[in-house]
C-alpha cells in the first residue's frame, strides 16, 4: 500500500523558520513525483513545489518564491521544504502527495493521488 508521511511542522514566530520532511512508501521510486501543498481554513489547497525521483522541479509559487525550498533525499526517501522567512500568512495545514500521473508538473492538487496526513503549521507572535 502506497503510505504517504509528512512532519516537522509547529509554531514559529514570524522571520523564523521550519524544515518540514515527507517520506512515502508503496511506489515505485523513480516513477512518481511528489508535492507540497497547504490549505489555511476558508481556502483552497496551493500547490507549493512539486519535484521528480530524478530532481526536476517546478516553480515555486508566488506567495513562497524566494523563501521555501523544496529538496530530495533518495537514499532516504525523504522529501523536504525548508521554509525561511516565514509570515502569518503561511499559516496553514501542509501536506504532502505523490502522483504517478504524467500532469504531475502542474503541482495542482487534482493530479496528486496520495497523500499524507498534514502537519500544521502557525506563524505567530
Known amino acids: 500500500q502506497v503510505q504517504v508521511v509528512e512532519s516537522g511542522g509547529g509554531l514559529v514566530q514570524p522571520g523564523g523558520s521550519l524544515r518540514l520532511s515527507c517520506t512515502a512508501s508503496?511506489?515505485?521510486?523513480?516513477?512518481?513525483?511528489m508535492g507540497w501543498f497547504r490549505q489555511a481554513p476558508g481556502k483552497g489547497r496551493e500547490g507549493l513545489s512539486c519535484?521528480?525521483?530524478?530532481?526536476?522541479?517546478?516553480d515555486y509559487a508566488d506567495s513562497v518564491k524566494g523563501r521555501f525550498t523544496i529538496s530530495r533525499d533518495n537514499a532516504k526517501n525523504t522529501r523536504y521544504l525548508q521554509m525561511n522567512s516565514l509570515e502569518p500568512q503561511d499559516t496553514a495545514m501542509y501536506y504532502c502527495?505523490?502522483?504517478?500521473?504524467?500532469?504531475?508538473?502542474?503541482?495542482?492538487?487534482?493530479?496528486?493521488?496520495?497523500w499524507g496526513q498534514g502537519t500544521q503549521v502557525t506563524v505567530s507572535s
Open positions: 508503496g511506489l515505485t521510486f523513480d516513477a512518481y513525483a
Open positions: 502527495a505523490a502522483t504517478i500521473s504524467f500532469n504531475w508538473y502542474k503541482c495542482v492538487a487534482n493530479e496528486y493521488n496520495y
Open positions: 519535484i521528480t525521483w530524478s530532481g526536476g522541479t517546478t
